[in-house]
């Protein structure tokens, strides 16, 4: 079961340059992440200042042997053979710590504890992305194109969610309730429950305009001559889609307002009226 998911907007920053960067599969061909020999150059990125690029060479199953680890970002390309990466913990630098790009019909599953504040993680290409880690990352989760699909509720962190054409998917095994915010942008965004529920939160307040432009008639009484009730009827047309994206149904602002006016201190107002005559 699949179902169109509606939303707001929200950022992403831009990927950095790498201070040094290294692409999987060296001379030891083995599914070491931790061994230098695995790497070219042969230097394994486990800290602050190093990437890691999977492209079509390697085995195509890695693992963490030991850490956690600290990198700066792992990048799958638009080439890149499908992955299952496994073993200790990895704690991202703060920025994108993944970029899935891979564009043709990739499978790539991180099962490792996903951490880092400010971390986030963007799928960009025709692939899909599993995460079965407890993950607590907390830059957020953005899907331009591709799938990502969850197998709990820590997949996807403690970030927002946001589709912008991709699609999120759950493994269909339980019932899944996120506290995370979802939000889309795009028309082909598409949450996919494969067979289970899914529960989560949406901004409504995010979707809609804080601006608006109309125009308003009304019509006034008085209850009583001089300083009686007033009662007003007043009507509020707007011109404008208060909706952001143009991906939802158009919606405007229609209002009635009924507004009672009470006069307050009338004894010494019409005190100071008589004396006035």
């Known amino acids: 079961m699949a179902a169109w998911l509606l939303g707001c907007g929200l950022a992403f920053a831009a990927v950095p340059t790498a201070l040094a960067q290294s692409t999987w599969g060296g001379t030891a061909n083995t599914s070491d992440y931790n061994d230098n020999n695995n790497w070219t150059?042969?230097?394994?990125?486990?800290?602050?200042?190093?990437?890691?690029?999977?492209?079509?060479?390697?085995?195509?199953?890695?693992?963490?042997?030991a850490g956690p680890i600290a990198p700066d970002r792992w990048t799958?390309?638009?080439t890149s053979q499908s992955f299952s990466i496994s073993g200790a913990d990895v704690n991202f630098s703060p920025g994108v710590g993944i970029v899935s790009a891979a564009n043709a019909n990739q499978f790539i599953s991180i099962a490792n504890n996903i951490g880092g504040a400010g971390v986030q993680v963007w799928v960009a290409g025709n692939n899909t992305l599993q995460l079965s880690g407890t993950n607590t990352y907390?830059?957020?989760?953005?899907?331009?194109?591709?799938?990502?699909?969850?197998?709990?509720?820590?997949?996807?962190?403690?970030?927002?969610?946001?589709?912008?054409?991709?699609?999120?998917?759950?493994n269909g095994a339980a019932n899944l309730t996120f506290t995370n915010n979802f939000s889309g942008t795009s028309s082909g965004s598409i949450l996919d429950v494969n067979g289970s529920e899914l529960t989560y939160q949406v901004d409504i307040l995010d979707q809609y305009r804080k601006l608006d432009v109309g125009a308003t008639a009304g019509l006034s009484y008085k209850l009583m001559k001089g300083l009686g009730m007033n009662f007003t009827l007043r009507y509020y047309y707007g011109l404008a889609d208060i909706t952001k994206y143009g991906n939802q149904s158009s919606q405007f602002n229609r209002s009635l307002y009924i507004v009672v006016g009470i006069p307050i201190g009338r004894g010494k107002a019409l005190a100071n009226e008589k004396g006035q005559n």
């Open 41 to 65: 150059p042969a230097a394994a990125p486990i800290a602050g200042g190093q990437s890691a690029v999977f492209d079509t060479t390697g085995s195509n199953t890695v693992t963490v042997t």
């Open 138 to 170: 907390s830059g957020g989760t953005q899907i331009t194109s591709g799938t990502v699909q969850v197998t709990n509720i820590n997949s996807v962190g403690t970030g927002a969610v946001l589709l912008n054409g991709g699609t999120f998917k759950t």
């Open 76 to 78: 799958f390309n638009s």
